[in-house]
T-cell receptor, first 110, second 115 residues
Framework: GEDVEQSLFLSVREGDSSVINCTYTDSSSTYLYWYKQEPGAGLQLLTYIFSNMDMKQDQRLTVLLNKKDKHLSLRIADTQTGDSAIYFCAERGGYQKVTFGIGTKLQVIP | NAGVTQTPKFRILKIGQSMTLQCTQDMNHNYMYWYRQDPGMGLKLIYYSVGAGITDKGEVPNGYNVSRSTTEDFPLRLELAAPSQTSVYFC??????????????FGPGTRLTVL
């Protein structure tokens, strides 16, 4: 079945860039997403990219998609303490099924 | 719009008790989902619904039941609660069609402990 993998933990210093990586297996993916979960809350969509795009930029966020390698990354520029959260990669594959990764916990050190 | 609302926020159950987790959305979304989130395990899909009257199993349906009698409501029923069902439960909804982004909107979660 479809699988989405991401590392469990990332620690960065405030002001640095964060890069969270994700790999997926479904070659029929149409959309790929990044969701953010703050402590005690549900997931909230941060951004998404259509599968025929290579890059999408939205203020401090840059999403890069390498469809050949099935690799997705999220770069957060000038990372702030408020960016500390769990970031979930997700992909929408065949039959409109969405599969989530395990989540990467981002810790921002002041 | 209130978005996706869930009740209760917290609940403690004894082994063998039953309860219903409520979920309501006011965005006229056709798809609704129930997930459970265990520490370090990400999200596991329990059940989902593609419209009123239609439900289907996800990855981990055992011990749960759902119904979808209206577009707005998607309750999750736990029969004979077990300690393995201790988790945080999230309801989500989306408007899903072939051309759309299928963004899921999540409720705030219900933290359930079974003792």
């Amino acid at each position: 079945g479809e699988d989405v993998e991401q590392s469990l933990f990332l620690s960065v210093r405030e002001g640095d860039s964060s890069v969270i990586n994700c790999t997926y297996t479904d070659s029929s993916s149409t959309y790929l997403y990044w969701y953010k979960q703050e402590p005690g809350a549900g997931l909230q969509l941060l951004t998404y990219i259509f599968s025929n795009m290579d890059m999408k930029q939205d203020q401090r966020l840059t999403v890069l998609l390498n469809k050949k390698d099935k690799h997705l990354s999220l770069r957060i520029a000038d990372t702030q303490t408020g960016d500390s959260a769990i970031y979930f990669c997700a992909e929408r594959g065949g039959y409109q099924k969405v599969t989530f990764g395990i989540g990467t916990k981002l810790q921002v050190i002041p | 719009n209130a978005g996706v609302t869930q009740t209760p926020k917290f609940r403690i159950l004894k082994i063998g008790q039953s309860m219903t987790l409520q979920c309501t959305q006011d965005m006229n979304h056709n798809y609704m989902y129930w997930y459970r989130q265990d520490p370090g395990m990400g999200l596991k899909l329990i059940y989902y619904s593609v419209g009123a009257g239609i439900t289907d199993k996800g990855e981990v349906p055992n011990g749960y039941n759902v119904s979808r009698s209206t577009t707005e409501d998607f309750p999750l029923r736990l029969e004979l609660a077990a300690p393995s069902q201790t988790s945080v439960y999230f309801c989500a909804s989306s408007y899903s069609n072939r051309g759309g982004t299928d963004t899921q909107y999540f409720g705030p979660g219900t933290r359930l402990t079974v003792l």
